[in-house]
């Protein structure tokens, strides 16, 4: 019996100690006996069961982690309890007198105190072992029940465990929380010392780690030069431990990312003056970086790994980053994009809508324009990149010959317009909410920029889409507000000098009855015209301005007064200087990814105080948008039946077409006015909620504001 006994705790299945326990059959068993061996059974049964699972794990499971913790299970606590059981059967064999009593009886209850403490640990691993993959290791079963846990559930159980309060629990968890742990870091220091994506390391099948958080999102949508997809990095938050911050994630993300870009583009930039070069940095800063990791020791602490990861950050940013992306190139870019984007440059914006429209009028002016509307005739892509190109012409025509725009001409090589094309849906901080863009010219389209080498490390492509909706917001709303204004342009009619007395009086009473059936369309659109002037307005210098100064301070941080003293000090040594300037200078200046941190900030609070993020305002100032221009075609088209009934030929009668149309107008009217009250409500609404709207100076824009004759 004790032969079979010990055989069935080594894995060895028994005919007579199944899994539940002796057989009801066997002869001359007293209960307490039977008690002990159905102990024995269970221990042995778990062995083989955990033994069995750790097999499959290690065989099947798609996350690196949990074959790495079934591994350890197998050679390390497994392997224990098989030593225990030498030396229990070595005890027994000695005839020690703990084991063996007089005349050789072995007894079972003092066999089994050999194992005190091991039913526990091999329930709780098989517990383990359950939860890693349901089914312990039945691949078929796995397939039914659904996915098996991830790296992060594993580490995130472990540090849970832990707290057992049984000690042999705790050892058992803190070295299997250390194997876990080990195996997540060599994933992240593939990513942070190289700027590769971990593979899953399953007989080299080449795919990712499905245990990393970050994966990689290809956006067929803009392509390179070379006629590659753009790299775009994303980060899985359901993949992430407890221990990592969201802070850390968005470090270990730009950190990766900008070495996997430097090791793609080989790590070289021309500049006007000066070429910067960088040979191999995954390589020359390795030993460094790795040594910050390999003080980090199990288990983690969220503060220790934020450190490493903030070290080995500063650490790329001086020494290769910085060379390679100097502030004075993030802050052309971000001047273009102000400029350009977000329409500071007022000229651009007027020379851009007064293009469109033209090209809009060309189109409609050609034989079977009609026609073509009717049957859907598309816009082609070189009619809307034909508009950009006007207008910069327009621009350039305007400076002269002797003055040179630099910013101007980088926007002419960065810049270009194009039907819009909708992201990948996997497209990492995809912009959502309500679409402007196709209210310049009819259909959808998109103003972008030729995002290179190196401002890729600042730029990402979800900000330019950023930077591209926010655009069609604001140009749509200059759009309309100048088309209002371009209604003035005429509105008096003279009557001509070649009329006599008599008939320039009755002109010039018909002119004051028109004006006076009239007055409450002009009425609507001038208060339409103060609302939108007023509110580009403030956005232009309470939104967009503030917020580029607090950017500005932060790309370009001001001297304080010593150091200006000591720049005008002309005694100072030059050669001294020169070096100790330059490290300086990258000491001041703020590494990439505070700045990339920064500038989503900047782009967040913009969106944010132009209301685009508002569910209420943006699509009422977009219906807005879209009355007015029905109000305002309604007017031009009213003054051209205006036009043809002066001309009086006899026998046709237009009264009644002007009545019917000023009255399609005055419905319009009524509409816009509805709009603008609801628009103001919401705008004081947001105002009492400043809470929520913090920095958003909503009060300063109602002081602007007197619309009070709305009802009238």
Partial sequence: MLHELFLLLSGNPSPLLTSNGLLKSFPLVSPSERALLNNFATLGHLHISLRHACSAITTSHTSTIARAIASGIETHHLQRFRSRILDVESSILKRETGVVDGYDIVSLAKVLSGFDGWERILRYLHDLVESLSPGCGNLEKIRKTGNPMTGADII?????????????LEEVSLHLLEIAETAWLREVSTWVLYGRLPSSSTYGDGKDSVDFFISEVVDSTQQEEEGQGIREYTINKRL?????????????????????????????????????????????????????????????SPQKLTNAIASIRLSLSRHTLQTLLPAEKVMDAIQVLREFFLLSRGEFAVNLIEQASERIRNRWRRPGALKGALSGQIVKEGEVSAILTRTWGVLSSLQGEEVVDERLDKAR?????????????????????????????????????????????????????????????????????????????????TPPGAY?????????????????????????????????????????????????????????PLQTESEEDQAEDIWRDQSMHTESSVEETQKKQQDPESLMRAHHTYLATIRHNLFMSDIVFAPLIKKLLGECDIMAGGIERLRQRYAVTDLEVDGIEYRLDEDAARSEVLERGKEVRLLLKQLMGRIHRLDEEREEWAGSKVDRLLMRMDLGNLDA
């Fill in 156 to 168: 995130n159980r472990l540090r849970n465990d832990i707290y057992t309060g049984y000690p042999s």
């Fill in 500 to 556: 006599s007395k008599e008939e320039r009086l009755r002109k010039k009473l018909l002119y004051r009855t028109r004006e006076a059936k009239e007055r409450k369309i002009w009425a609507t659109a001038s208060v339409a015209i103060f609302f939108l002037e007023t509110l580009v307005s403030y956005w232009q210098g309470e939104v967009i301005e503030s917020a580029f100064k607090k950017l500005v301070e932060i790309v370009t």
């Fill in 240 to 300: 992430l431990p407890g221990f990592v911050t969201a802070h850390t994630a968005a470090s270990i993300l730009f950190i990766g990312r900008a070495l996997s870009m430097i090791r793609l583009r080989g790590g070289s930039v021309q500049n006007d003056t000066t070429s910067a070069a960088v040979a191999s940095p995954e390589m020359t800063l390795l030993p460094i970086h790795l040594q910050f990791l390999q003080q980090l020791k199990s288990p983690l």
């Fill in 413 to 493: 090589d960065l810049l270009y317009l194009s039907l819009y094309k909708p992201p990948a849906a996997t497209t990492p901080g995809k912009t959502k909410g309500e679409n402007f863009r196709d209210l310049l010219v009819g259909v959808p389209i998109s103003l972008n920029f030729h995002l290179s080498w190196p401002l890729e490390l600042f730029l990402q492509p979800a900000d330019l889409e950023e930077y591209d909706s926010i655009f069609a917001y604001l140009i749509s709303v200059r759009k309309t507000q100048m088309r209002l204004q371009s209604l003035w342009q005429g509105r008096r009619s």
